[in-house]
């Protein structure tokens, strides 16, 4: 090159040289010409120097333009990944004030980034113990100067800007540079409400999990102080890539990112773990991921994508079912953020993905105890109010008809007396079983405790549809059920009411189909009957009636009215029984058969067994202090006195405060109560007869004992019941009956007193077969304690 240069300048010379005024010898033309070379010489070299210089500097600024674009990119990574973690993330300087928080921190405090990078981190974060109800301050000390890092208990309770409160697991700690010195603090924290309201008993440890959750954090708050190193330093941006990895790498959530541009689709391991394929599987497509997700699940997924991909909701979040290479059935909690390009158009979307399938399994088990019964495993009287208001939705809509088919186990309390509480629950499992079996599909069958169920029916012809489904129900009494060896024929009372001619709401359609059970009862039971509103003036009659009861109690209305009890060999009086009267303020005297029922019904026997006893114990000493020679009276004790355990004690007491000798009381019971708990009756009987009680077995022959348990009874003497005394005569069945009544109760040297004898032909047959005692109005009717106190004299 510079010889060319040279070449040139002697070529253009002699040019110079002509016009040159003076001459010029050959020296001097030689030394012009050598320094011309030179000078040519040092311009080549210095024109190299620059180019060489620019072209370096040329592909510097391409290294640092790549080196700067890896770091924007690793940063929009960052960024989105922090923003959608499950877990809230701050940072703050040494003086306490915030420089950074992500999305889910900002959504749980319910702050936006400016407001909060304004504030001291004290002032956003109220937190207090929930075990000693203080508040708690931030350690800023602790971390800031003695470079601890700290972890809040779960009983830290955070108080959010609308005074709701939540349970929070916390971590916060020190910041620093690559030199190790401290430049701020981080806290790290994540909403635990739902895991401490659904796991409040579990007792499984979490520190390996918090473990891993404060190495996240570290992780995550040197990723963040690192970026600026990033943009100078290729090996900062490699340390800092190998920080994110382990931090995806232990978090519990798996990490994913979605190229949109690209269609190719990163999860952590973690992702895979939950998916149950291997670590090293390489599945990059999106569309592989979709096919894991349920079938029934997908399109929810795919609308909420869009939905924040259209910029409708400024994330995306769904829970959904996924099914794992090995057949299980996960419910997983997914969550990501997308990021746009300045032409708003998202390149990408990243977040996390969370396994729920415990708090889903813990949700479902509170489901079926809200709305199912454990035992026949039917939806119960919650679940039929809620099934109602969809049902009469749909009924209005098509004008349609609700039926309520109440249905109660008649008897049901002795299955359980008799053969115990766990047959009995077998029995009911069976029962709902077969009532299962006798509705149609469409119609729905509820257990609502004990012994009842219902069956809820919308059709156009609803009440048609009930009566069917009654009749079934009832047509199963023919059929034996045998449960451990028991056989049980069980039979039932139905009431039906109707929507809307019976009732609005679930609640009246109930009770006046309940009502109308009842009344089916009432005639007979094993029958249906359809609710009308004569049945409500009915049952408004027994509140009336049990009011008066009520007041009858308290008033004393009741009074003793006394039969007398004829020796028949001797016509002498042996004894009395008393008969309760209720003497009325209104109406009168009203029969016993006319509120007796009620009394046993509603418990109010109790106290006006009791009331009666006391009348006639103390009538017993007014006749006894005015010199009569008294006889014992029997008083007849109602089944629901009888099982008062402590109905020996009453008896006592009564006795004790009327200073009477126990002896002139007897006791009648009937072979229903007697059999109803045997081992429990021979225990009563026995301190009876200790107590020199007599006791009289009344209705003897309508019961169902047998005579093998009848014989091991401690009882005195046996009544013939008055129905086999109203049409006796020669050649009679009632003739037959009657002696071996008298026969049995002899071998068993029992007396036998003979109730309702009428006429002198009555009393002569029970004389020849040889009866004991006699009752009736032949001799006399039920008279006052007055009339009574005539035949003592």
Known sequence: MKDKLAALFLNVLPNI?????????????????????????????????????????????????????????????????????????????????????????????????????????????????????????????????????????????????????????????????????????????????????????????????????????????????????????????????????????GCNDGIWDYNLLTGELFYSDRCKEMLGIRKDTNLSQFSNWISYICEEDVSKFQEEMKAHLDRMKSFFKVECRIRTNNGEIKWVSIRGQAIWDIDGKPTRVAGSITDITDGKRNEELIYNMAYYDTLT??????????????????????????????????????VNDIVGHQVGDKVLKKIA??????????????HLGGDNFCVLIEDYKALSKAKEVASKILKMSESAMIINNFEFYISSSIGISLFPEHGADIDVLLKNSETAMYCAKEYGKNNYFIFDENMNKRTLQKIDMEKSLRYAIKNYEFVVYYQPQIEISSRKLIGMEALVRWNHPRLGFIPPMNFIPLAEETGLIIPIG????????????????????????????????????????????????ADIESELLEIEITETIAMSDFEFTVKILEGLQKRGIKVSLDDFGTGYSSLNYLKKLPINRVKIDKSFVHDLSVGACEEVIAEAVINIAHSMELSVVAEGIE??????????????????????????NLEAEKLLI
């Open 17 to 249: 040289k002509s016009d040159l005024k003076g001459p010029l010898d050959n020296n001097m033309l030689e030394t012009h010409r050598q320094f011309m070379k030179g000078s040519i010489l040092t311009l080549c070299i210095f024109a190299l120097i620059v180019l060489l210089l620019f072209i370096q500097n040329k592909y510097l600024k391409k290294r640092i333009d790549r080196i700067n674009k890896r770091l924007r990119r690793q940063h929009d990574w960052l960024q989105t990944t922090l923003s959608s973690i499950t877990d809230g993330v701050i940072t703050t300087d040494t003086e306490g004030r915030v420089t950074f928080i992500n999305s889910t921190a900002k959504e749980l405090l319910q702050i936006n980034e400016d407001a909060a990078k304004r504030l001291n981190i004290n002032s956003i974060f109220n937190i207090y113990n929930e075990d000693n109800c203080k508040k708690q301050i931030l350690p800023l000390d602790a971390v800031l100067i003695e470079d601890k890092t700290i972890e809040f208990p779960e009983s830290t309770v955070l108080v959010l800007k609308n005074e709701n409160r939540c349970n929070i697991e916390s971590t916060i700690g020190p910041l620093k540079d690559n030199n190790e010195a401290i430049i701020g603090m981080f806290l790290v924290f994540r909403d635990i409400t739902v895991k401490k309201d659904t796991q409040a008993k579990l007792s499984e440890s979490y520190q390996e999990l918090e473990a891993l959750y404060e190495q996240i954090a570290a992780a995550e708050e040197e990723i963040r102080e690192h970026y600026k190193e990033l943009q100078a330093s290729e090996k900062s941006l490699k340390i800092s890539e190998e920080r994110f990895r382990l931090a995806t790498a």
């Open 377 to 414: 495993e039917l939806p119960n009287g919650v679940f039929l109010r809620k099934k109602f208001n969809s049902r009469l939705e749909n009924a209005l809509l098509y004008n349609k008809h609700l039926a309520v088919v109440f249905i109660d186990i008649d008897n049901f309390k002795s």
């Open 433 to 446: 079983i077969a009532y299962s079996d006798v509705i149609g599909e469409e119609d729905n069958l509820f």
């Open 610 to 657: 009791e009331q009666i006893l006391k009348i006639v114990c103390k009538q017993i000493k007014e006749w006894k202090n005015r010199g009569y020679q008294c006889v014992p009276i029997a008083v007849n004790i109602s089944a629901r006195q009888f099982e008062n355990a402590d109905i020996l004690g009453i008896i006592d007491k009564v006795i004790k405060e």
């Open 759 to 784: 006429t002198e032909e009555q009393l002569e047959l029970l004389k020849q077969k040889g009866c004991d005692i006699a009752q009736g109005y032949l001799f006399s009717k039920p008279v006052s």
